[in-house]
C-alpha cells in the first residue's frame, strides 16, 4: 500500500464526460418542448382559420 | 391541445429526483477508481446509455412486429418515437466512450470491434430516421419502418456480443476474464450500487422521454391532418 501510485488525474476527462450527458440529455428535451410549442402555434392558426370559415 | 397526463407530470418529476440521486452516487457515493480516477465515473451513465439506446431499438423492433401483425399507426409511431431516443443515448454512450477512451486508452478512437459496430448501429438509427422522411404515404412509411426496425436489430445483438466474440482491447466488466482488455476493474459494492441504480435511472428517463416523444408524434400527425382539412376545405 505504501508503494502504490496515486489514480490518474483524469477529473478533465470525467468533466467533459458529464457535460456531454448532461448536454445532449438537455438538448434532446428543448428540443421536444421546441416541438410541442411550434405545435400549439399552428394550432392556434388552424383554430383560427376554422373560426372564420365557420 | 390535449391536457398533459397527471401521471406523466409526475413520472417526470419522479425521474427528475431519480437523476439527482443517480448523480449523487455516481459522483459521490461511489469511491474513485484506484488506477483510472475520476474519469472512471463516467463509465456509470456510459453503459446505462448504451443499455437505454439496445433496449430503445428493441422496442422498435418488437413495435414494429406487432405494426406488421396489426396495421396500426400508433405502433409505428411507438418505433419512431423509440428510434429518435435510442439515436440520442447511443450517441451519448459513443462520446462518452471516447471521452474515456483518451486517458485510458492513450487514443480518442481505436478501430476496435465494439467501437466500430456501436458506431455502425447508431448510423443505422440515423439512416431510418432520415429514410422515413423520404417516404409521404403514411402506410408505405410505417411498413418499411417497422421492416428496417426488425432487420437493423441484427446489429444490437452484433454490437453487445463484439467485445465477447472477437479479439478486442474495450473491457467487459461485468464477468470480465479477457486479460487483454484495458480498462477493466472489480467493482465494490458502492460502485455496484451506483451502477445498477444509473442502469435503473436511465430506464425511468427512457420511459419518461418515450411517453412525452409519443404524445408529441400524435400530436404532430392530428395538426398535420387539420392542416389537409384546412387546405381542402
Do not use: C
Request: proline share 3%.
Amino acid at each position: 500500500m505504501m508503494f502504490q501510485e496515486p489514480p490518474a488525474d483524469t477529473l478533465n476527462f470525467m468533466i467533459a464526460g458529464f457535460a456531454v450527458i448532461l448536454g445532449t440529455i438537455g438538448l434532446y428535451i428543448t428540443n421536444i418542448i421546441m416541438r410541442f410549442r411550434k405545435l400549439r402555434q399552428d394550432e392556434a392558426l388552424l383554430d383560427e382559420i376554422e373560426a372564420e370559415h365557420a | 391541445m390535449e391536457r398533459r397526463p397527471k401521471t406523466l407530470t409526475v413520472l417526470s418529476w419522479l425521474t427528475s429526483v431519480v437523476f439527482i440521486v443517480a448523480l449523487y452516487l455516481v459522483l459521490f457515493w461511489a469511491p474513485q477508481e484506484a488506477i483510472m480516477g475520476d474519469v472512471q465515473r463516467v463509465f456509470y451513465f456510459h453503459v446505462s446509455a448504451g443499455w437505454v439506446g439496445a433496449l430503445a431499438f428493441l422496442i422498435t423492433a418488437i413495435v414494429g412486429g406487432i405494426y406488421l401483425a396489426r396495421g396500426e399507426q400508433r405502433w409505428d409511431r411507438a418505433a419512431m418515437a423509440s428510434v429518435e431516443i435510442g439515436v440520442v443515448f447511443t450517441f451519448i454512450n459513443i462520446v462518452t466512450g471516447s471521452i474515456w477512451a483518451r486517458p485510458i486508452w492513450n487514443t480518442w478512437w481505436t478501430w476496435d470491434p465494439r467501437l466500430v459496430t456501436a458506431t455502425i448501429m447508431e448510423l443505422i438509427y440515423i439512416a431510418y430516421i432520415m429514410l422515413r422522411q423520404g417516404i409521404e404515404d403514411p402506410d408505405r412509411r410505417a411498413r418499411f419502418g417497422a421492416v428496417y426496425g426488425i432487420v437493423g436489430f441484427i446489429s444490437v445483438p452484433l454490437t453487445f456480443l463484439s467485445i465477447r466474440i472477437f479479439r478486442t482491447i474495450h473491457p467487459v466488466v461485468v464477468g470480465s476474464t479477457d486479460p487483454t482488455a484495458q480498462g477493466a476493474f472489480d467493482m465494490t459494492a458502492n460502485m455496484r450500487t451506483a451502477f445498477f441504480f444509473s442502469l435503473f435511472t436511465f430506464t425511468l428517463i427512457y420511459i419518461t422521454l418515450l411517453w412525452h416523444r409519443l404524445r408529441l408524434q400524435h400530436k404532430m400527425e392530428m395538426i398535420e391532418e387539420r392542416k389537409l382539412r384546412a387546405l381542402s376545405a
